[in-house]
């Protein structure tokens, strides 16, 4: 028979297995919160019972994604490290799996303008119980309850998987979970484009992906490494492309932007940031050609993508 540690051991196991058969798919920390103080942590099962019933709830077919994140409230403290990942992840899974379906809540178009008159109004989500309309107040409880929080591009309103919510616990899960939530909470405090284009300035994107790059190299083995990846590629276009309505370099003139070029021509030393190496090349080649785009530059920055991604 098998004892305690060994039961909190296979509840871990499952449950991490359940939460990624449902993860797929998707900054830096630098701009993260400050992270809270940690909580006393028990490394060995001491939370077995609370995670048990965390076990029988994650199981349940329809669980949604704010029964999960009250639990974790409730209970995460109480856990030892590696459990208190697996409630994160499993967290995060609920949250991707219910995100459609809150989606389709947001889209009806009395709603949408009814959440246009709300955030124009510059009101508190916050305060979404004290909301007088039923059906808006229904529609931001589910979202704040979710662990979403909502954005707005080309002139429709959607939720998003509020990450900035996971930092409160930082310090009670691994290493890899907590650098990937500082990455991960700077993406959903302030997105990098917005109806085709970049909203953050060019040092920022560069940063950032300094930051995802950083993350790859220290965890490359992480579960979370596939979706750092992924985001770590939709920076290199970034950088190396801009956006369809901020371009890298003038649809007319062919000349890189200006504030673009100041950041590029200083980036980070450091010999261990391959980024870094590729945009001091990039701007070695771009001062040969009077800093315009030609078919050298356009080959230059399309194997610099394809390589940076590997």
Known sequence: ??????????????????????????????TASPAPQPAALVEDGGGTAAMAAFNTLAGKRDVRAAELLAAIEGGIRTVSRN????????????????????????????????????????????????????????????????GYRVETAEGMYFPVIDYGRYRQYRELVTADLAAYIDLMAVESDRAPAKDAALVIGWDEIVRRALAQESFLRAYEDSPRARDIRNLYGRYLSFIFYGANNTPLFAYDTLTIDTEARAVYAAPPS???????????????????????????????????VTELRE
């Open 1 to 30: 028979m098998m004892d305690k540690k060994q039961i909190s051991a296979v509840l871990v196991i499952g449950l991490l297995a359940l939460a990624a058969a449902g993860c797929s798919g998707p900054v830096a920390g630098q």
């Open 83 to 146: 459990e208190a990942t697996a409630m994160i992840v499993a967290a995060e899974a609920a949250q991707k799996r219910d995100l459609p379906r809150l989606e389709e809540m947001l889209s009806p178009e009395g709603l949408q303008r009814k959440l246009d008159g709300f955030f124009r109004a510059g009101l508190d989500p916050g305060k979404a119980g004290e909301i007088g309309d039923a059906e808006l107040r229904a529609a931001m409880l589910a979202v704040r309850e979710g």
């Open 270 to 304: 450091g010999s261990d940031s391959r980024l870094g190496a590729r945009l001091r090349e990039y701007m070695d080649l771009l001062a040969k050609k009077g800093f315009r785009l030609d078919a050298e530059v356009e080959e230059y920055r399309k194997q610099a």
